[in-house]
């Protein structure tokens, strides 16, 4: 840095970053961020015409059109100060007189609007290769529109400019690419241009062009079938003669039996629900002034949920709205959170990635591994617990949809299938912020959602927030199923026919339209919606039955390439059972690359229509597929692959990609999908042939299902006893050590059960084994078993010396590890422990010290479950101590954790019982009390963790004794003096109880 007079000189502004992402680059490599949109706009303003003045007067009025003058120019002052203080050196690039402004930017200093634009220029005048190098570093600048969180006029006009002059580049681009034959360069631009216009005939033109040129046929005949479905969608017209002789030229020569139809494929009009619209309208009005909710339509099966639910999403999007679907199927073997999945990759969804920081990218990578590729250095996200690992990731998700402040319509088609991951991130997505302008539409069947489905328990949560609204379509009157059947057919149909049909449908539009497709005859109309389908079916040509049987086995949506690489047929016969299946609406582009079923009963009946050994084979195919995708797709599919292994009768692939799957769930903390994928690869193993190799995995499965099942149900379900009794079978059989995650959580079962010598047994275990391997993790995890076990025996000086080790052995390096496979922070808990050890060894301030020690390192730990722990044995130190005023302030932050994050069940119980407990000394004694035996009656059928009932009935005993009750405290503390085990820890107490009721007789 050069020196002036003994001072350094003044780092400026370098770079002016507009596009995608407001940032002002300084000299030194630093950025500066102001805390106002509108000071971004005013300096965006001011770089865009730098150099010239800009009146004051102006500014004030571009930047608060509404305010009056006075106002406005009072407002600009503010604003420029604000600027000032946030930019060094700020009189280095704003000059600033009583009635103007300038940006004056020093030399060099780099605007990518500036320079967007001059390569544009640059482009113009020149031809052949430099003209493509020039357009390519133009686009390759635009990095997104400008300033996408302002909303000021002066930025929306000059926003569509830019991104028409942008998308002006990408349609040269792609045709000069393929000029030259490099298919794939433009395609990489054509399909650019489609993510910003997706009504661009041009560029489906190329894109079909370059998939063909390839060696890629079925996806050029996908991107057809996609132009074609927008095109109606949208502009309720069809490609034109040039695209359509573009689409001729991809289909091969010899086409399937029958008249291949030349018209373009009428999709199933939305007729009536003129109310249902309205509500619609409503509640997206709502949405956009910034009142988040969520509306479900709910009806019978074809009743016209998702058509409804499309003809909105279009309506909305041409308003300006971010728009993305996601749909869920009954087939198993979907991922958790698979449908905030589909939302992120929906293309308007994909763009705002640009604008997050790198730690939402890292943990949205959890979701979409695919960013670790596409962004280069992008760290991997870490192991992380549960409940950090589910609310660092619910913001970033949450983020996305909410950062730019454009308003977000989220289609949720069939709610009913969705996981409850999924579910509970979309309920915190519309909880959290009740400012963004968000709006989900959701569908789904209502025979489908009984009164403890998870997708009930949300909406009734959302009923309380009035963020819910609920419609029931009804079947369509006589007058709309005639309006409806009109719209459909092209030729006369005998009125006979006709009002059959209609009759027939009962007003369901499905059935309506899969009669009149069916091409009835006279008294053709079925009874049943499937044998109409059946019948439409029935008149394919063999390679499109076979094609769409194919199909159906996957059970989802599918692509070319999956139903391609599955079937022995050959590229022509594949491009062509498409295309038909595409012209007579069986099935429908969806996205980029996939199709799905026009209706799921569609796929149904095809896939029933199946012989059983045609079903398993077609399942073994797609599972050979999609286990060649290859990393991180593998991962993603992993459940589904396993299904299909499964359901083709290879049980032995089945199982290993069933405990793939279940390896993923855990790091995504979904438990209870991570216990069922593991529960059905122990289910299918079994029916393996016995031996060596069986037992072994066996084993490996039963030591991985603790972890999760110990969430789900606690240390006492008889369900992991029976887990743990079958794994100590096989370790004794193979003559294996056991592995650590089993032997800890044998030992938590021992305490929990006061099997004290058991538990200290498995502690000792643990301990030596990590002197020998000088592994630091299981001496810490073997001193907190021991520390447990002394501590409930009320041998408090080894319960002392054994938490003090784990504390002092533990390496903040280790979190990780002891979180996932364990649990919990064994620091956390185990300094809190100490804390009530040193009060009952009677050193009441270094009980006071070193709880505080505890509180503060759960709050650096940021582990819900470690910290409500840690205030739960706060509390009753406090308890224990009298100090009714940190009670109070522990039981407040129990709560306030409790809203966030769901307590465990003894962390639950605990504060359940000490508000009864505060109910009694606030005058409530009989509320009170009834709280204190509600809790205890919660721990009656086994308790969830080592000492849960004895805590309980030690804060029932507070309670009599506050209620001077002498037969309550007789009763509680002969119950604890009586019960041995856990109960010792308060013996002294219950002693000290009775003795005080006995002096009063």
Sequence with gaps: MEELNGFAEPVTVSRVRLLGEFELGMADGSTVAFDSARAESLVAFLALHRGEPQSRQRLSYLLWPTSTEQQARTNL?????????????????????????????????????????????????????DRIAALSDAV?????????????????????????????????????????????????????????????EDAYRVLIRAYDARGDPARALHTYHLCASTLERELDVAPSAETRAV???????????????????????????????????????????????????????????????EEFASWAAHRGATVATARAHA?????????????????????????????HLVELARLLPELLTEIPGLGSPQPLPADEHRERLFEAVVRVFTASGRPVLLIADDIQYFDRFSLRLLHFLLRVDPGARVLVVATARPEDIDHDHPVQVMLSALLVLDQLTTMELSPLSRDESAALASRL?????????????????????????????????????????????????????????DLIGLASAIGRDFTAREVAAATDAGDDTVVAALDELWTRRLIRAQGRDAYDFAHEKVREVAYRRLSPALARRHHLRIARVLEQYGQPAANEL?????????????????????????????????????????????????????????????????????????????????????????????????????????????????VVRSDFNGGRWFGEQLRERGERSGDDVLIVEGAYILGISAFWQARFEAARDHFE???????????????????????????????????????????????????????????????????SFAALLALDMNDEASLRDYVDDLDDLGAIQSLAAPNSAVTAGLHGYLDVLDGDIESGIGQCHEAIDRQREGQSAPGARATLQRILLAAFVAAGDADGVRSVARELLNAGGAARVWQAESELQLNRVATLR
């Excluded at 997104?144 to 000059?158: Q, R």
């Excluded at 009009?269 to 910034?290: F, K, M, N, Q």
């Excluded at 087939?331 to 920081?357: C, H, K, M, T």
């Design 77 to 129: 002052r503010h604003l420029l100060h604000t600027v000032r203080r946030a930019l060094p050196a700020a009189d280095r690039v704003l000059e600033v007189t009583a009635r103007t402004l300038r940006w004056r930017p020093p030399d060099p200093c780099q605007i990518d609007v500036a320079v967007f634009e001059d390569q544009l220029a640059l482009a113009a005048s020149m031809t052949g290769g």
């Design 140 to 200: 390759d600048t635009y990095t997104g529109d400008l300033l996408p969180d302002s909303f000021d006029d002066w930025v929306l006009s000059e926003r569509e400019r830019l991104r028409q002059r942008y998308a002006g580049a990408l349609e040269q681009l792609g045709p000069l690419y393929q000029a030259r034959g490099d298919h794939a360069a433009a395609s990489t631009y054509a399909e650019r241009l489609l993510r910003e216009d997706p009504l661009r």
């Design 247 to 309: 689409y001729e030229a991809v289909l091969p020569d010899r086409q399937p039996s029958g008249p291949r139809q030349q018209r373009r494929p009428s999709g199933p009009p939305l007729v009536g629900r003129s109310a249902e619209r309205a509500r619609l309208t409503a509640a997206w009005r709502e949405s956009e002034a910034g009142r988040p909710q969520l509306v479900l339509i709910s009806g019978d099966p074809g009743i016209g949920k998702t058509r409804l639910a």
């Design 331 to 359: 087939a198993e073997g979907s991922l958790a959170y698979a449908p905030i999945v589909d939302w992120l990759r929906a293309p308007e969804i994909r763009r705002r990635l640009n604008r997050l920081g790198t730690t």
């Design 489 to 545: 057919i092209e030729s006369a149909l005998p009125e006979g026919d006709l009002n059959r049909a209609i009759v027939g449908s009962e007003g369901n539009p499905l059935f309506l339209i899969e009669s009149l497709r069916a091409g009835l005859s006279p008294g053709g109309v079925s009874p049943k919606v499937q044998a109409v389908i059946a019948s439409r079916l029935a008149k394919l040509s063999e390679p499109a039955r």
């Design 638 to 750: 992993s459940g589904r692959i396993a299904s299909h292994y499964e359901q083709a009768g290879a049980n032995h692939s089945a199982v290993r990609w069933y405990q793939r799957a279940a390896d993923v769930a855990v790091g995504l903390h979904a438990n209870a999908e991570a216990v069922r994928l593991l529960d059905r690869a122990i289910e299918l193993l079994r029916t393996l042939p016995a031996g060596h190799d069986r037992d072994t995995h066996e084993l490996a499965l039963l030591t991985a299902l603790p972890a999760a099942l110990v969430v789900r149900e606690g240390y006492a379900s008889p369900r992991l006893f029976s887990v743990q009794s079958r794994a100590l079978e096989l370790v004794h059989e193979l003559d294996v050590e056991p592995e650590p995650p089993l032997v800890r959580s044998l030992a938590l079962t021992s």
């Design 805 to 871: 080790l784990a504390a002092r052995r533990y390496r903040p390096e280790h979190r990780a590890v002891h979180l996932l496979q364990y649990g919990q922070d064994p620091r956390v808990v185990c300094v809190s422990r100490l804390a009530n050890t040193f009060w009952f060894l009677g050193e009441p301030t270094r009980a006071v010290r070193t709880r505080k020690a505890a509180l503060e390192l759960a709050d650096i730990t940021r582990h819900p479950h470690s910290k409500a722990t840690a205030l």
